[in-house]
Every structure is written in C-alpha cells, then in structure tokens.
C-alpha cells in the first residue's frame, strides 16, 4: 500500500506566474484536501475534493483551483503567483469525505520570487 | 465555527523529562480533536484523535491526550522525552461530518541532552 505522494517537492515560480502541484492519494482513498502552511504557521484548509467534485472550500481566492480525476488523484492550480503564496502545500487523503483520519503527504515547498 | 489555540510556541525539555503541550479548542458542537507531529521537511503525521469515546486517548510514541469539555481543553503529554520527540506539534479541530481540519499555530519543542 502506498501512502500520499507530492509532486514536486519543491520549485520556485516567479510572481505572476501560474502553477500545477500533484497529489496521489493513498489506495482506497476517494478524498483529497489541499492545505497551505506559511512559514511558522499551522496549515490552512484550501479545498477538499471527494469523487472529482468539489466539496468544501476554505478562505482562499478563485485564482486557487483544483481538479480531482477518476483515480482520485488530485491537482492544485495557482494562478498569478503572489510573493505570499510562498508556503508548504500539504495534500491529505481520506477514506470517506468526512473520515476524522486524513493521511498527509511530504508537501510541495513553492517558493515565489 | 472552530478553532483552536496552542499556549506556548516553543517548549523545551530535558531529556527523561515531561512533555506536556496545551492546546484548547473553541467549538459550537461536540468536536473531534487531534495532535500532528511534522518533523523537519515532513508532512503530518497523525499522533492520536479524540472522537468522542474515552476522554483519555492513547496514541503512537508513548504520547497521550485528555480530553476535557469543562475546560474546553485537549492536552498532549508524554511521560518521559526522547532525542526524536524534538519536532513540531499541532492540535486540530474538526466536526463530525466536518470536512475540513483547523490547525494551531504548533508548537516547537526541543529536546535537551
């Protein structure tokens, strides 16, 4: 049994730019969330995504987006990058859209200059 | 809405010594709550959840947590302190049925020799 995988595990963007970060969810899993933890902070719930629909969203704009495709792995876009968007992005899967227990994966470092 | 407050940003400990790290909780219904562990580089890992069972939850590593309503607070402790414990802590908070995690802020500890 596999566990969660990020990729990449870092990349540095430049502002304005757009970016795709990569999320497998763990076998069985049919649920994704996207979390943000800034330096120093703890994480922040971006978007969850059960059976390829959107299912709950947290305080972030719609230039954050995601995608889930039937394998239940999962996407996070981020357009018109901000030097603010720097963080950890953290993907956790679930076995159920409500589970109490989410698996996390090693997160993408993005780093906006 | 729910929310939780991580008293202390850092702690450090001798090792041998107690580790306890405070966390209280807001929320409008009976929640579930959680501790995290991320280590340097890492992802989250799940140390223990309080689900609405017994109020003293045993989780991995030999750590533990009281969950206690009167004083909306949930508690992590661990006897005695190891080299490895030195890591970075965070209480959560969700509801059932809930969809999203709300993390603290974390709490660093160290582990002295």
């Known amino acids: 049994e596999t566990g969660v995988t990020q990729s990449p595990t870092h990349l540095i963007k430049t502002r304005g730019q757009q970016v795709t970060l990569r999320c497998s969810s763990q076998s069985g899993h049919n649920t994704v969330s996207w979390y943000q933890q800034a330096l120093g902070q703890g994480p922040q719930f971006i978007f969850q995504?059960?059976?390829?629909?959107?299912?709950g969203r947290g305080n972030f704009p719609p230039r954050f987006s995601g995608l889930q495709f039937p394998n239940y792995s999962s996407e996070l876009n981020v357009n018109a990058l901000e030097l603010d968007d720097s963080a950890l992005y953290l993907c956790a899967s679930s076995l159920y859209r409500s589970d109490t227990e989410a698996f996390f994966g090693q997160g993408t470092r993005l780093t906006v200059v | 809405a729910q929310s939780v407050t991580q008293l202390g940003s850092h702690v450090s400990v001798s090792e041998g010594a107690l580790v306890l790290l405070r966390c209280n909780y807001s929320?409008?219904?009976?929640?579930?709550l959680f501790w995290y562990v991320q280590y340097p580089n890492q992802g989250l890992q799940l140390l223990l959840k309080?689900?609405?069972?017994?109020?003293l939850v045993k989780g991995i590593n030999g750590f533990e947590a009281e969950f206690k309503k009167s004083e909306t607070s949930f508690h992590l402790t661990k006897p005695s302190a190891h080299m490895s414990d030195a890591a970075e802590y965070f209480c959560a908070v969700s509801v059932p049925s809930g969809y999203k995690l709300s993390f603290g802020a974390g709490t660093t500890v160290t582990v002295r020799a």
């Open positions: 929320s409008s219904v009976p929640p579930y």
């Open positions: 309080y689900t609405s069972a017994a109020t």
């Open positions: 995504y059960y059976r390829e629909e959107e299912n």
